[in-house]
């Protein structure tokens, strides 16, 4: 027997307590989920045990108990292992941030120790002792430390709704719950700690190693300094390599460049894949800044053999044979690869990401809009319908184009029993459907082409079945005189856009020609179809979308309408890899040219007050300021162009490595019931935009060096011969 659903209302209360009784009864209390508390799941999860035992308490008549039970605890606690994944996720996303933040701390301490060198050693002389001395300058970090730390916790409270309310790259709009970003103390004061704490470790170690020195070293300038570990760099660099080649063959296998026995890569291993997934990433990052900041620094070098014998460099190239050895030039290049390669990777990631966001609701959607209707409407049906909902809007009826996807089921000449669902690419589709090439694995032209010259496509389900078939000789299953047609194999397809990826995975795609071979030219004109995908012209924007879609809910004869823009409304604001990704890699672009252009300017007023000295000396013997201005400004552009050229460079491998993190933690959470989607991250490339970026990171280069040069050059040549 069927179960007999009643509103409680209506039961006299007699019956109620019999009802139950007999256990013939469930009562379902549904929740306002908004009042529930946000702050965690575990204080949701506490509210709705507390809802739970007040329900138990309840006296009913009799032995009736009532057993309150809450269907969500379960969901609550998947969602909580999924939201460790997350966790674990943005951390990973931010490791480069972190990296960036430490070679900052570092190479600024050492270049400003390196600066008050000859200031600490006549401390020594005078009587200061290493204790003192490391007291005093840990106390000044950590005075500086602490007010920084201050200062990035509010900009960091203050950046968190940007980043949750970020629904692409560096674009935001409001969303439907507002955030109040907050820390516990015990979390504020672990940030704290670490933060302060780890700036007073590694400053304490340089600090003593700094101050070991000899008095004599710190009069004189004659430092010991230890050889870094070449070949440590090498062989991070080289893991990073491989796994970026790895990364880059499974793109082009997933793009139909290459056949799918490349799909998983060189690295078949599904461990050692995913370890190199994730790691080679940042082995890359590292490994390439450290070698190639080598070349970036070596750049005056480079410059003087290209140049050297113009008249641009004739007088000054002997200053810049010596160019590039000094420490700080060599850090100035590190830093500048370090922001670049970030800004880039982060750039090319969110571009991406947006465009995958794109394709995605198209393949949701498959159009403008998607009708679909109560009972199947033919051609002129479907096109008065819409029509009469252009009202208001700027869309003209001659620029509406309607296109269906007829489906029929077929089978091969002579075996009735194998029957394929057969779908119809009409020939009008181009002009209306939003293909995409990964649908045909290719230039979908070149396969609509085929398709419409006699040619079949077949779905994932299909491939064994007729994948080898060259070609198929199909009869129209159930009609009268046996009708059939000859189709050529074109290949294999994944989606048709607006449909669902589950039929199309197990039917075969053909042409209109083939079709009205099947069916006759009088049926396929007058055929009937209940979806049907509407593309709206030039002025078909987001906001005719929203109103034609508002208009044709209310027509009777429509059962759902879908439409591009509030799809990707929807994919934007809660699909895509992870929420809140595209904020994320906006805050690493952000942080990262902020750090590129900051750096850029601290580290040239340092390294240039560093080198007062060896400038000066070039003025004693007779360079006048034009010479001296000449051979800084050539040091330091070639280093800084040729290191932001290596940083765009090591940015695009580490997008491409990137990419095969991102398809391992999109399946993880896709196995976790999070949002799925069949389109590869097909990276875009935003050149544009990153020219902008370099040239205004150059141009505040430009601006520090003419400052800076100006200082050094104009400084008394006596007082600093002589170390004032």
Same mark, same amino acid.
């Given at each position: ?26 009562? *379902? ?39 309150? %039970? ?21 951390? #990973? ?26 200031? #600490? *050693? ?67 004061? /672990? ?33 010991? +300094? ?72 070596? /750049? ?8 050297? +014998? ?20 060599? +850090? ?19 571009? %991406? ?6 394709? %995605? ?8 809009? +998607? ?179 508002? %208009? ?45 252009? /900051? ?12 080198? $007062? ?9 007779? /360079? ?81 060096? *003419? ?14 011969? $002589?170390?004032?």
């Amino acid at each position: 027997q069927l179960p007999v659903f009643l509103p409680w209302e209506l039961l006299p209360i007699d019956n109620r307590s019999a009802i139950i009784g007999g256990d013939h009864a469930y009562l *379902a209390i549904a929740i306002d989920r908004t009042a529930l508390p946000t702050e965690s799941t575990d204080t949701a999860e506490d509210e709705l045990d507390r809802i739970q035992r007040s329900l138990d308490e309840v006296a009913l008549e009799g032995e009736v108990n009532l057993d309150g %039970t809450h269907v969500i605890k379960d969901t609550i606690g998947w969602l909580q292992i999924q939201n460790y994944f997350i966790q674990i996720f943005n951390y #990973i996303v931010m490791i480069p941030i972190i990296i960036l933040s430490v070679s900052v701390l570092l190479y600024g301490l050492l270049l400003s120790l390196e600066q008050r060198r000859r200031e #600490i *050693a006549i401390h020594r002389v005078i009587g200061g002792g290493p204790n003192s001395l490391l007291r005093m300058v840990l106390g000044e970090l950590g005075v500086v430390a602490f007010v920084a730390w201050i200062a990035g916790y509010v900009l960091a409270l203050l950046a968190v709704p940007l980043v949750l309310n970020a629904v692409g790259f560096m674009q935001f709009r409001p969303g439907e719950y507002d955030v109040s970003p907050s820390l516990g103390l015990l979390a504020t004061l /672990a940030t704290l700690v670490v933060t302060v704490g780890l700036t007073l470790l590694f400053g304490r170690s340089r600090t003593r190693d700094f101050l070991e020195q000899e008095i004599s070293e710190g009069v004189q300038r004659v430092v010991v +300094k230890p050889q870094p570990r070449y070949w440590l760099h090498w062989l991070l660099f080289s893991i990073g390599l491989i796994a970026l080649a790895d990364s880059y063959i499974q793109s082009l296998a997933s793009d139909g460049r290459l056949t799918d026995d490349w799909e998983r890569g060189i690295i078949s291993n599904p461990v050692l894949n995913g370890i190199f997934a994730v790691l080679g990433p940042f082995l890359l990052w590292i490994g390439g800044a450290l070698v190639l900041a080598r070349l970036g620094a070596a /750049a005056p070098w480079l410059v003087q053999q290209l140049l050297g +014998k113009t008249a641009v460099l004739r007088d000054i190239g002997r200053g810049l044979r010596g160019s590039g050895s000094a420490e700080g030039v060599g +850090k100035l290049a590190l830093i500048m690869l370090l922001t670049l390669s970030i800004v880039t990777m982060a750039s090319i990631q969110g571009y %991406t990401g947006m465009a995958v966001d794109e394709r %995605t609701a198209s393949l949701n959607a498959g159009a403008d809009l +998607k009708v679909d209707f109560q009972q199947p409407v033919d051609h002129a049906t479907a096109l008065a319908t819409v029509s009469a909902a252009l009202d208001g809007t700027e869309v003209a009826t001659e620029d509406v184009r309607l296109v269906t996807v007829p489906l029929i089921a077929t089978h091969p000449a002579g075996d009735e029993y194998s029957v394929y669902q057969t779908l119809v690419v009409l020939d009008g589709n181009r002009d209306v459907i939003r293909w995409d090439r990964q649908t045909f694995g290719g230039n979908p032209d070149a396969t609509l082409d085929k398709l419409a010259a006699d040619g079949f496509s077949y779905g994932e389900l299909l491939q064994f079945s007729v994948g080898g078939e060259s070609q198929l000789v199909l009869n129209l299953t159930g009609a009268s005189g046996n009708p059939q047609t000859t189709v050529s194999n074109s290949g294999q397809h994944e989606w048709y856009p607006g449909l669902d990826t589950g039929t199309t995975a197990s039917s075969i795609f053909i042409g209109e020609a083939s079709f009205r071979a099947l069916v006759g030219d009088t049926a396929a004109d007058g055929w009937h179809d209940t979806t049907w995908f509407i593309e709206l012209g030039a002025q078909g924007d987001g906001d005719a979308q929203r109103a034609i879609a508002r %208009t044709l809910v209310f027509d009777g004869s429509v059962s759902k309408v879908t439409s591009w823009e509030e799809e990707h409304s929807e994919v934007e604001r809660n699909g895509g890899l992870v929420f809140g990704t595209l904020g994320l890699l906006t805050l690493q672009f952000a942080v990262a040219t902020i750090a590129a252009v /900051a750096s850029s300017f601290v580290f040239l007023s340092l390294v240039l007050t560093q080198r $007062k000295r060896e400038l000066a000396i070039l003025q004693a013997i007779g /360079a006048s300021e034009w010479q001296v201005g000449r051979l800084v400004l050539f040091e330091i552009l070639s280093i800084t162009i040729v290191s932001m050229l290596l940083g765009g460079v090591l940015g695009v491998g580490i997008s491409y490595s990137f990419n095969g993190m991102f398809n391992l933690f999109g399946i993880i959470f896709q196995s976790f019931g999070g949002a799925g989607t069949p389109v590869d991250r097909t990276l875009v490339w935003p050149w544009g935009e990153l020219l902008l970026i370099g040239l205004a990171v150059l141009s505040v280069v430009m601006l520090a060096l *003419a400052w800076t040069t100006a200082r050094a050059t104009r400084a008394d040549l006596a007082r600093i011969l $002589k170390g004032e």
